[in-house]
């Protein structure tokens, strides 16, 4: 496990801003002390979810019945194929 970088209170009120941007851009955990003992972790925000996709989300749903790839309708049935 790496090491967590430590930064007392008073310099992380004054530089609140960087640190969190620090912490962001590394995501490297940051502890917070008074002194010298850890009063508050800052931690990286989790990843946001990804949204489930739509492909496949019907996969269970449907069910083949028959025969999908005959006709509908018998071929002596079309009158466009007659002319």
Known sequence: MASMDTIPISKFKATCLAVIDQVNRTGKSVMVTKRGKPIALIDPAPLP???ASWLGSFQAKGKICGDIVA?????????????
């Open 71 to 83: 006709p509908v309708v018998a071929q002596s049935e079309w009158s466009t194929l007659d002319e």
């Open 49 to 51: 979810e990804r949204k």
